[in-house]
């Protein structure tokens, strides 16, 4: 493709004019450049700076976090998100020692993915290489500028960070950390740049800066997923929002079943990989939905049912089209028997996110039927959907959780912030 060619923007073409994305944009690609060839231990030294910078510098970045706060009560923000958004010094040091951690993951670039010797004698490998300039829409959470900018970084990445307005402040502090610490170490302090503006038209200029943004990465709720992934013309790893089903079987253990139920829902239910629906088999309702019922309760979860439910607990809310396919974040649950495992199939291939979807049952043949029929990220097999999590699958970290099924599909770690490249070698080869 020619230089100048509309919509694919490159190095070559930024100029003077640029809006200020733009010119984050273009300054992000040149740090990638610089960035990409830097041993593991260059990198892993900027880590190491930037937790101690985080640690050392805490006080400022409450302070800038207060302000986050402060703003979010004036404007009745509730208080569940307010603690997201909030920064004690206690987990600030707790992000700190989370980038330590990621110091300590295996280094996936340059590791070679396959390779062999052709019969002709010409060597072949496929090796791991950064992606270049990762762009990262999120929302709330200030701790998540931290653990895209570690990722990024660890992985040989340039890194675009758009949070949202509501931790401006607080964002804007971290990365005046971060960017410190990166140049202290000698590196390019662009590898770690948040992007100019708060308002939607920043987000638009970085969704549609091909040629300059490599990937795009949306975190956070269904409308901003939806937002990036129809309006970018940069290509996207969707991170799924998580419609998440637990399905009991007939020959399920009705204590195993009513705990994992229990732990999926309510452990943590603001998070995506806690459960949404639950449906079980007709076989095994009567012994079980009472059990259920009085967990759930226990637990303060509400139940929105079909008829066998609603006739089996006086509290439970009569379920609608749009509980089967609501993402509650909240101690809510839909909740349905159905008359077998493939109904139950049949209704998770509807209305599922596809994120994760777990059976509980003792019978090898229902289990070995659900997991190959269900086409979800992941599938457990008596365990909870809370499993689904970078850090639980022994990745050490996760970018996020991707729905989708082309590059990367589940929880992301490092390997998934690469691309690859083919290197050959030949000893004067020409090909007849």
């Not at 930037?50 to 970045?61: G, K, N, P, Q, S």
């Not at 100019?196 to 409308?223: F, N, W």
Request: glycine fraction near 8%; proline fraction near 5%; charge should be negative.
């Amino acid at each position: 493709m020619p230089p100048g060619t509309p919509g694919l923007a490159t190095p070559a073409t930024a100029n003077a004019t640029d809006s200020p994305v733009l010119d984050t944009a273009r300054r992000a690609r040149e740090a990638a450049t610089l960035l990409a060839p830097l041993p593991r231990t260059a990198r892993d030294g900027a880590l190491l700076a930037i937790a101690d910078a985080l640690v050392e510098r805490t006080a400022e970045i409450t302070a800038a976090n207060a302000e986050d706060t402060a703003k979010a009560r004036e404007t009745g923000t509730a208080e569940a998100i307010i603690d997201r958004l909030t920064l004690t010094p206690e987990r600030v040091a707790a992000i700190a020692a989370d980038v330590r951690d990621v110091v300590a993951l295996p280094d996936p670039v340059g590791e070679v993915v396959r390779g062999s010797t052709l019969p002709n004698g010409l060597e072949l490998r496929q090796v791991r290489v950064p992606l270049g300039v990762v762009g990262i829409i999120y929302e709330a959470r200030p701790n998540v500028t931290v653990d895209a900018a570690a990722l990024c970084l660890k992985s040989g990445n340039a890194v675009l960070l758009r949070g949202s307005s509501s931790a401006y402040a607080s964002n804007r502090a971290l990365v005046a950390v971060l960017r410190d610490a990166v140049a202290s170490a000698g590196l390019p302090a662009d590898a770690v740049q948040l992007v100019p503006g708060l308002s939607r038209d920043s987000v638009t200029e970085l969704m549609t800066a091909r040629g300059l943004v490599d990937v795009l990465i949306p975190r956070g709720g269904a409308s901003l997923i939806r937002t990036v992934v129809e309006g970018s013309t940069v290509p996207v790893i969707e991170t799924g929002t998580g419609n998440c089903h637990v399905y009991v079987d007939e020959r399920a253990d009705v204590d195993m079943a009513v705990d994992i139920l229990v732990n999926a829902k309510a452990q943590r239910p603001s998070v995506c990989n806690a459960a949404e629906t639950v449906l079980v088999h007709e076989g095994v309702a009567d012994v079980f939905l009472p059990r259920a019922l009085e967990a759930l309760a226990a637990a303060g979860v509400t139940v929105h049912g079909d008829a066998a439910w609603q006739k089996a607990g006086a509290d439970v809310v009569a379920a609608t089209e749009e509980d089967w396919g609501s993402e509650y974040l909240s101690y809510d649950i839909a909740a349905a028997v159905v008359p077998d495992l493939d109904a139950a199939v049949a209704h998770i291939r509807r209305y599922s996110s596809g994120h994760t979807e777990a059976i509980v049952t003792r019978d090898t043949t229902a289990a070995r039927r659900f997991v190959s029929l269900v086409d979800s990220t992941a599938v457990m097999v008596n365990a909870s959907t809370r499993f689904t999590d970078g850090s639980q699958f022994g990745f050490g970290a996760e970018i996020g959780i991707s729905t989708q099924k082309l590059h990367a599909r589940g929880p992301m770690g490092l390997p998934e912030l690469t691309s690859t490249k083919y290197v050959v070698t030949g000893d004067g080869h020409v090909r007849d």
